[in-house]
DNA sequence: CGTGGATTTGAGAGAAATCAAATCATGTGG
DNA sequence: CCACATGATTTGATTTCTCTCAAATCCACG
């Protein structure tokens, strides 16, 4: 089994890496490591060395601000590297954590640098996912400038559904949900209290409900139409 | 007068271009027009063709939901390529809007992409540019969804004051400000009412005032603890 | 079976929204 | 150069959403 497969597969899903690119990634330098939940792994300041590839488990990206507040700014799942920017950006501007118990790849930013020089398909297709990156953090200032709170949830939910189906892990309309409540109210900007009320006011309308760990969509249409939910900026899309 | 200048000087600031990188920049074909107050650059759905570059005035991104509210994502200044990103990604998923009367310029993909594919630095370069403008999403959401609209207003105003010091258009505390109620509660997540009364809590607190199109900070300190502004996510320090 | 984290519910307070209307520019045409 | 129209700003009153505080319950795990 691969460790970068599933890298491989995000990216280049019908893309245009030829072999040398895919060869390329394989023999990158990784470092396998497993984190516990909670795990620190990167924090604002840090001068970054490496690059986090998420192969197991949930990661979040968080920033806080001086009077002990919390933003989550991202959820990442398996194949994705959270903190890609760091390539090129000298410190980092947040913290990235374990969210569960993961399995984790480091790759040295020297090699990443190396190989985007010589394999121009790679440097392409790394530099586009940081813009799908940013394309999400995008849809994030929406939800959080501009949805209330029900709609708030409902569209970071769909959005997890869409990510998580993209990569092969939904079981139907249910997937698994490692996000506390405490949590949920970090990335959508509303007290956990509020987020427990919302939850049940989603459960009662009969569009979700979240149970042990795994999150059951029941009505996907009500839901999208809560959430103001497009999928559109998450650019499934082939470039080419 | 050479319009890549402003461009050069924002992604070299310092950096490792050498000659035949700035070469390179300067002999891109690039379309200059002039842009109205409110001219729709380019809109969400759109199959962007070319990269715009701000050469003068002011340039904002914005984001509709299907209720009729709007979101603005980032407001662009002179030596910004706002939607850089197209590049990359086939479908604009936001719309590119002039704020003021605007000098802007239009370079074509194509010779966009055959740069970055010859000269790796200026690709780092531009690719570092993008990763910057997402580093200010991250510091936007923060703000959009944990700090109350005094302190928002604040950010907002104090990130605007460090981007335009740096491509010197300001004078002394002052600096333009085009940027309407309407427009700031878009950005900010607040309603038109709301930000006029932030402002003139602002103003009141003898922190900072807006008259005729210029803003003018009083108290700069104040106005930092106020919107606990760190300007460490602007990235402005350089990579090597 | 105890313990700490997570969830749930209630009550009251506060920030910001909406609705409504007045005032203040600013720019255009007569 | 004034009248008028349109957009921007300002202020007041009321409503709504969400927060904070407090406490109870639930649950997983050692």
Redesign the interface.
Same mark, same amino acid.
């Given at each position: 089994m691969d460790i970068t497969s599933a890298l491989i597969r995000k990216l280049g899903i019908g893309a245009k890496l030829d072999d040398e690119d895919i060869n390329g990634i394989r023999s990158l330098p990784i470092a396998i490591k497993q984190l516990s939940i909670g795990e620190l792994i990167a924090s604002e300041?840090d001068r970054a060395t490496n690059c986090c590839l998420c192969i197991e488990g949930f990661i979040y990206?968080a920033?806080n601000?001086?009077?002990g *507040?919390? &933003?989550i700014?991202s959820v990442h799942i398996p194949g994705d590297m959270p903190d890609l &920017?760091s390539l090129?950006? *000298?410190?980092m501007? +947040?913290d990235l954590i374990a969210m569960t118990q993961c399995t984790a790849g480091f790759i040295p930013h020297a090699a990443l640098r190396h190989l985007? *020089?010589s394999l121009?398909n790679v440097?392409?297709v790394l530099?586009?996912d940081?813009?799908?990156?940013?394309?999400i953090? *995008?849809?994030?200032?929406?939800n959080?400038? &501009?949805?209330e709170s029900l709609g708030r949830l409902a569209h970071f939910v769909l959005e997890m559904q869409r990510r998580l189906h993209a990569v092969g892990m939904t079981d139907g309309d249910s997937f698994r949900w490692p996000i506390v409540q405490h949590q949920m109210g970090e990335a959508?900007?509303i007290s956990v209290v509020h987020v427990n009320r919302v939850l049940k006011e989603l459960r009662e309308r009969g569009l979700m409900e979240v149970h042990g760990g795994k999150l059951t969509i029941l009505d996907q249409a009500g839901l999208v139409e809560v959430g103001?939910f497009?999928a559109?900026?998450l +650019?499934d899309? &082939?470039?080419h």
């Amino acid at each position: 089994m691969d460790i970068t497969s599933a890298l491989i597969r995000k990216l280049g899903i019908g893309a245009k890496l030829d072999d040398e690119d895919i060869n390329g990634i394989r023999s990158l330098p990784i470092a396998i490591k497993q984190l516990s939940i909670g795990e620190l792994i990167a924090s604002e300041g840090d001068r970054a060395t490496n690059c986090c590839l998420c192969i197991e488990g949930f990661i979040y990206r968080a920033k806080n601000t001086s009077d002990g *507040r919390r &933003q989550i700014l991202s959820v990442h799942i398996p194949g994705d590297m959270p903190d890609l &920017q760091s390539l090129y950006l *000298r410190l980092m501007d +947040h913290d990235l954590i374990a969210m569960t118990q993961c399995t984790a790849g480091f790759i040295p930013h020297a090699a990443l640098r190396h190989l985007v *020089r010589s394999l121009p398909n790679v440097a392409e297709v790394l530099w586009r996912d940081t813009l799908i990156d940013s394309a999400i953090f *995008r849809e994030w200032m929406v939800n959080l400038g &501009q949805r209330e709170s029900l709609g708030r949830l409902a569209h970071f939910v769909l959005e997890m559904q869409r990510r998580l189906h993209a990569v092969g892990m939904t079981d139907g309309d249910s997937f698994r949900w490692p996000i506390v409540q405490h949590q949920m109210g970090e990335a959508l900007g509303i007290s956990v209290v509020h987020v427990n009320r919302v939850l049940k006011e989603l459960r009662e309308r009969g569009l979700m409900e979240v149970h042990g760990g795994k999150l059951t969509i029941l009505d996907q249409a009500g839901l999208v139409e809560v959430g103001q939910f497009d999928a559109a900026y998450l +650019h499934d899309d &082939q470039m080419h």
